[in-house]
């Protein structure tokens, strides 16, 4: 049975709803928050303006009203403060998640993030666990001002100790939030904002115990002559260069990476052995980035499967422009499509 | 105990034993402390004295190239031994890097405190065994730590509060500004301990402030206390009072012990550079133990034996010290992949399979 909310923020207890129900990425993460809050009395929230606002995007809407300001905590406007805190509560037992309120104000927290929670299960000889999910909203095309659109996730997936994933739809941001809250690991959650307002069915009922788990990719469309990947907002803009491509007779494979640390090499080099052909693209700088990664990783597992060399499609070496020139600097089906083309031209 | 003092800062240096050893006029703070007997002072002499011994031992161990580095507690001790010695079981230290003294308080063998410097080991011990964290090495990030911590502890109704010690150079960091406005704005029960040694390595404090490091918490509705940081029992009634505060549910205080750095900021280091010698003499003449020592022979309770007990057990503790830090068993390679992530990561294993392949094809190959 499908049913569409017709006003999310009625969405109470998550028993209530019947399974599955369509929402949008959003609420789908509110959802995901809400369960893992009535399953682990531990879970506890943190962050800017996540109280009685429910978030700038709303995605904590209505927790605070029905956990408490214990469970969901307004902080004072410091990023470290937050993250520094959250791995103070974690010590103590508990699984904070925490949200970066934007992509572009998570560096004052980079020093917490990358010295004390990533770490801090290895310095301790495994005695201490950081539990801690730490939620960004990231990347661009909302139109937003400076600060407000970038890709930070190559930073956190160079990181040791940190796990660093990404959802592009509702059903994976539902459940993949869960499954990073029940982590063990310190996991970043990077949100695609601009999707936060696409729908999809979402079983908000159902069991992580057996969800597709948190670090597999996924093939989201089976393809033959060449593999796209792509991960967070750019998955629908793949499997809209696919849709394209199809219409010109070339079948292409797309992959929904989702975990970036760690890679789920085993199903990109099985794509690629099959198609012969790889694109990766992402919003992040193309230097020194995700696919850089992973082309040099397909070319010692896959090389002599490729027909062409790894194309990749991503940020310029620039600061995220002004949002009027932002439809020239995200990778878009067309350049997708080019990259494709650049990969047949041998 | 009345616990109630002003959130307006109270510059005045409590002070209970003057460098000279004599008692001060009785103030609210000497009464707080009225429960140290004569035998209990003679057992923070002990304390102060072996954890110097201690400092010294790992001092010489990092000269004799057994340490890679040491960070030397000389002149701090009764800031240490009295701040710890007012704490419970239950309760939390988030220690920075300078914190033997603590740690011997907390039951730590000394040992387990070196092999970290010695690069042995990234932490030492288990922090829940002792209920204290390993070095942090990135100065202030504990206070944060700790605030969480403590916030923990109010969620859990705990009886129990939190200590986080940092240098004054750590107050120019912004996690110390957060973690005192955090725990301000939701009353944690946290006591943030500052040894005021002067010295940030080569930067005196003034370079760090112009105002006492206790005047900042007023900024923040952290009341704050400044005590000499070299009178055990003044540290010890300072700390008393600000975890009680902390245990009633009043929050955070700050206390600012004014204390020296008389040795170097780590064995690397060379104070001569940047420190005048008529400055450590000035010093010199508050140490913490001589102090305790002058009281105690005005109090007739410092004879030969006693004397003779504290140099033993000093010496015990060094030889023990010695021992095990020569005796340390060094990991294998294979434990450089150990605890990166408490879940299995397919990378980690990965990298592991291929070391150990590796270190395999070599001639009576290296051990795992």
């Known amino acids: 049975m499908t049913a569409t909310l017709a006003a999310p923020a009625t969405l109470s207890a998550s028993a209530a709803l019947a399974a599955p129900v369509t929402l949008p990425l959003g ?5 995901g928050l809400r369960r893992a809050m009535e399953d682990d009395p531990k879970v506890v929230l943190l962050g800017e303006d996540i109280g009685k606002l429910g978030g700038v995007f709303r995605i904590t809407d209505g927790l605070q009203k029905d956990f408490g300001p214990t469970r969901v905590i307004d902080t004072p406007l410091a990023e470290s403060g937050i993250v520094g805190t959250a791995v103070g509560l974690a010590f103590r037992g508990y699984r904070p998640v925490v949200e970066i309120q934007f992509d572009g104000f998570i560096y004052p927290a980079f020093d917490q993030i990358v010295s004390q929670v990533a770490k801090l299960h290895y310095r301790t000889g495994g005695n201490v666990k950081m539990p801690i999910t730490i939620r960004v909203p990231y ?7 400076e600060h407000h659109s970038e890709s930070p996730e190559g930073y956190f997936a160079q990181t040791a100790g940190l796990r660093v994933v990404s959802c592009s739809n509702a059903a994976d941001a539902n459940v993949m939030l869960r499954q990073a809250i029940a982590s063990d690991d310190p996991v970043l959650f990077f949100e695609p904002k601009r999707r936060y307002w696409q729908k999809g069915e979402v079983d908000v009922t159902a069991s992580i115990a057996d969800a597709y788990p948190l670090h597999k990719a996924r093939v989201v469309r089976a393809g033959t002559d060449a593999t796209v990947i792509a991960y967070g907002p750019l998955v629908a803009t793949a499997l809209q260069a696919a849709d394209v491509a199809a219409g010109e007779g070339r079948s292409l494979e797309v992959i929904d990476l989702r975990s970036l640390s760690p890679l789920d090499m085993d199903t990109i080099a099985a794509s690629v052995r099959k198609t012969g052909r790889l694109v990766v693209t992402h919003e992040a700088a193309t230097f020194m980035g995700i696919g850089a990664e992973i082309a040099a990783r397909v070319q010692e597992q896959c090389f002599y499967s490729l027909e062409a060399p790894v194309q990749r499609v991503g940020g310029f070496t620039i600061p995220y422009p002004p949002a009027k020139l932002e439809e020239y600097f995200l990778p878009d089906a067309d350049r997708i499509l080019d990259a494709v083309d650049r990969s047949f031209q041998g | 105990m009345d616990t109630t003092f002003s959130a307006a800062v109270d510059d005045t240096l409590i002070q209970i034993v003057t460098p000279e050893g004599v008692r001060t006029e009785p103030t609210m703070y000497s009464e707080l402390v009225g429960d140290i007997t004569t035998e209990k002072l003679r057992d923070l002499y002990e304390d102060l004295v072996v954890v110097r011994r201690i400092d010294a031992e790992a001092t010489a161990l990092q000269r004799q190239g057994e340490l890679g580095l040491w960070a030397p507690m000389l002149g701090q001790e009764a800031a240490q031994v009295g701040s710890a010695r007012a704490l419970e079981r239950d309760d939390f230290v988030f220690a920075s890097y300078r914190e033997h003294g603590v740690a011997y308080c907390r039951g730590v063998d000394p040992t387990q405190m070196l092999r970290f410097w010695r690069g042995s080991t990234q932490s030492g011990w288990d922090p829940y065994e002792y209920n204290m964290t390993t070095p ?9 730590h700790a605030t969480g911590y403590g916030l923990g502890m109010k969620f859990d109704g705990a009886e129990g509060a939190v200590i986080t010690y940092f240098g004054d150079g750590a107050t120019s960091q912004g996690d110390i500004s957060e ?4 725990a301000a704005s939701f009353g944690a ?23 006492t490091i206790a005047e900042r918490g007023r900024g923040f509705g952290v009341p704050a206390l400044r005590v000499d940081g070299n009178d055990v029992l003044a540290v010890l009634a300072a700390t008393r009072t600000a975890l009680a505060r902390a245990r009633e549910g009043s929050g955070p205080t700050l206390i600012e012990a004014v204390t020296y750095r008389m040795g170097p900021h780590t064995t690397s280091d060379d104070p001569s550079r940047y420190r005048p010698a008529a400055l450590d003499d000035e010093w010199r003449r508050k140490d913490p133990i001589d102090r305790i020592e002058r009281l105690l022979e005005r109090e007739g309770a410092m004879d030969e034996s006693f004397r003779q007990r504290v140099k033993e057990r000093a010496d015990a503790t060094a030889a023990d010290l010695r021992r095990g830090c020569l005796g340390t068993v060094e990991p294998g390679p294979m434990s450089l992949f150990d605890h990166v992530y408490a879940d299995p990561h397919p990378l980690i294993a990965e990298e592991r399979r291929a070391y150990a392949a590796y270190l395999a094809g070599f001639e009576g190959a290296v051990k795992s």
């Open chain 1, 27 to 31: 609420r789908a993460l509110n959802a």
């Open chain 1, 139 to 145: 990347g661009g095309g909302i139109g937003a001002v």
């Open chain 2, 136 to 144: 942090a090495i990135i100065v202030g990030s504990q206070a944060l």
């Open chain 2, 179 to 182: 973690a005192l406005g955090f």
């Open chain 2, 189 to 211: 029960p946290v006591v943030f301990f500052c040894q005021n040694n002067q010295w940030a390595i080569s930067e005196p404090v003034t370079v760090q402030t112009h105002i």
